[in-house]
T-cell receptor
Framework: DADVTQTPRNRITKTGKRIMLECSQT?????MYWYRQDPGLGLRLIYY???????NKGEISDGYSVSRQAQAKFSLSLESAIPNQTALYFC????????????FGPGTRLLVL | QKEVEQNSGPLSVPEGAIASLNCTYS??????FFWYRQYSGKSPELIMS????GDKEDGRFTAQLNKASQYVSLLIRDSQPSDSATYLC????????????FGGGTRVLVKP
């Protein structure tokens, strides 16, 4: 089984709808991250969490919220989806050792109509 | 101003040649540097990390770091068609909370 899983893998939604993307990991890592990827822009950090009680905004957090339900679960919500949130979303994890190798989930492709 | 810069490419190289990718970063406090490979539609996977000035070799890959000039490069020797992918440079600044900042990626095409 994959160490970092994301659900759903693909989602089509309409403008104004609230949607949730979920991430689960079996790596036992404390740190989890949500990124979005747009063509030519690399990966941009939305939110990150260094442990269950620690949630931090990334560079593009507006329009998003997160919930760290447990060490293994980190969810990303779009409160009211808009078309420019159409993107590929990745969850990632890392250990809190100072060697910040991040392990990525398979991604969720989101289309907002 | 983007903190991590890469040429978007595509960088086209013949099979068997050396592919040379460059990345520059703006924050002198950056301490850890990574190269990720991403195939189309797939998630990034780490191929190299480097923390000290100089070269680090792993198989056909060599990462080069020059902190004074604020650049990190990746060489792919004996390029294979399976190396065709987008290569993402990423940088960590511990003083900025250990966040990983990515460049936009360089697309590499290896032609048989």
């Amino acid at each position: 089984d994959a160490d970092v899983t994301q659900t759903p893998r693909n989602r089509i939604t309409k403008t104004g709808k609230r949607i949730m993307l979920e991430c689960s990991q079996t790596k036992g890592h404390d740190r989890m991250y949500w990124y979005r990827q747009d063509p030519g822009l690399g990966l941009r950090l939305i939110y990150y969490s260094f442990d269950v009680k620690d949630i931090n905004k990334g560079e593009i957090s507006d329009g998003y919220s997160v919930s760290r339900q447990a060490q293994a679960k980190f969810s990303l919500s779009l409160e009211s989806a808009i078309p420019n949130q159409t993107a590929l979303y990745f969850c990632a994890t890392s250990e809190a050792t100072g060697v910040e190798t991040q392990y990525f989930g398979p991604g969720t492709r989101l289309l907002v109509l | 101003q983007k903190e991590v810069e890469q040429n978007s490419g595509p960088l086209s190289v013949p099979e068997g040649a050396i592919a040379s990718l460059n990345c520059t970063y703006s924050d002198r406090g950056s301490q850890s540097f990574f190269w990720y490979r991403q195939y189309s539609g797939k998630s990034p996977e780490l191929i190299m990390s480097i923390y000290s000035n100089g070269d680090k070799e792993d198989g056909r890959f060599t990462a080069q770091l020059n902190k004074a000039s604020q650049y990190v490069s990746l060489l792919i020797r004996d390029s294979q068609p399976s190396d065709s992918a987008t290569y993402l440079c990423a940088v960590i600044d511990k003083a900025a909370g250990n966040k990983l900042t990515f460049g936009g990626g360089t697309r590499v095409l290896v032609k048989p």
